[in-house]
């Protein structure tokens, strides 16, 4: 008897097996409609910072069954690519894809096009770039660091170390970005001090120049024991910088944000102090959660600026971190 309720039993569930098919096809046709993301950003594939974000980027889009394209300006100073940036969003816009990822990093110019995206029934979510410009733009959030913070634990770190006088390279006034970093510095650095070296652009993105115009500074000023690189442009040129003071360098401390190669070797070998982290990694996946969950299921985040940093890297954890860069993680 048990046997006979056993095989009857089995019948039905292969037959309603067979037929959930059919029941299915609706569903089946629905979850096939992928939705569509489109990530603009001002820096491309080329740039070593962007790997990591990327790589979160599409690991988010395989995962959460989402259609992800990646479209990155190709020049390598990003500081000059504003309108193409602005051409490649409205360009994506243009593709009417159901989300959108921004880099903000030029709210003046981009802002008004990612206005247009948001009324033409497009989300978008700010990442990297684009601290406090959610509330701006009608962005559901921004997720990356709060570029005051970058700046303001560097000089913390620095003055901690022992660093009485840090020598920071910058730029003038005007690009949100920096201008940020370095009011953190200001708010960070007492009660040491800084020598701000302001260049033109141009001095910032030849890693040449910008090694000998520190060493001249530097030269100039015995008292400066530190140096403090805002971003991935400065970091390589830093720790050349380190090669080239000599025995002099063993006084003194130096710090980056970003990582990258030739940061992550001096780290481990003990020729800088720490570098801090974005994890931008998680600067290219969030955002696809949060895009996904908002189409798929009228799921908006609460908090409008999800933090990825600052993590910090120091000699101590630089071996592990070489071996996730080297995967593309870090």
Request: proline share 6%; charged share 15%; net charge negative.
């Amino acid at each position: 008897m048990l046997n006979l309720v056993h095989s009857k039993t089995l019948r039905v569930a292969a037959l309603a097996l067979a037929a959930m098919p059919l029941l299915l096809t609706g569903a089946a046709l629905a979850d096939a409609a992928k939705p569509k993301i489109i990530f603009v950003s001002p820096l491309g594939p080329g740039n070593q910072f962007m790997l990591p974000m990327i790589k979160g980027f599409q690991e988010a889009g395989a995962q959460l069954g989402v259609d992800v394209t990646f479209r990155g300006n190709q020049q390598t100073n990003d500081f000059a690519a504003a309108p193409a940036v602005k051409q490649m969003l409205e360009n994506a816009i243009a593709s009417k894809p159901d989300g959108l990822v921004v880099s903000d990093q030029y709210p003046d110019v981009l802002n008004d096009t990612i206005k247009a995206a948001v009324a033409a029934g497009i989300p978008v979510v700010l990442t990297n770039g684009g601290y406090g410009e959610e509330g701006h733009t009608g962005a559901l959030a921004f997720v990356g660091t709060a570029e005051k913070d970058l700046g303001m634990l560097g000089a913390q770190k620095l003055c901690a170390l022992g660093a009485k006088n840090v020598l920071v390279p910058t730029l003038p006034p005007g690009i949100p970005l920096v201008d940020l970093r370095m009011e953190g510095i200001a708010a960070g650095i007492a009660p040491c001090k800084t020598t701000i070296l302001q260049m033109p652009q141009e001095t910032l993105f030849d890693a040449t120049k910008l090694v000998n115009t520190m060493l001249a500074a530097i030269q100039k000023d015995p008292t400066i024991d530190g140096v403090f690189s805002l971003g991935s442009c400065c970091g390589p040129a830093m720790v050349a910088l380190v090669d080239q003071l000599g025995d002099k360098a063993k006084t003194m401390h130096f710090g980056t944000i970003d990582l990258g190669a030739p940061v992550l070797d001096a780290l481990k070998n003990g020729k800088i102090d720490f570098a801090i982290d974005q994890q931008q990694y998680l600067e290219g996946y969030m955002p696809v959660v949060m895009l996904g969950n908002y189409l798929k299921f009228s799921i908006a985040p609460v908090d409008t600026f999800f933090r990825t940093g600052p993590g910090l890297v120091t000699k101590d954890n630089a071996a592990k971190i070489i071996d996730l860069t080297a995967q593309n993680y870090r």
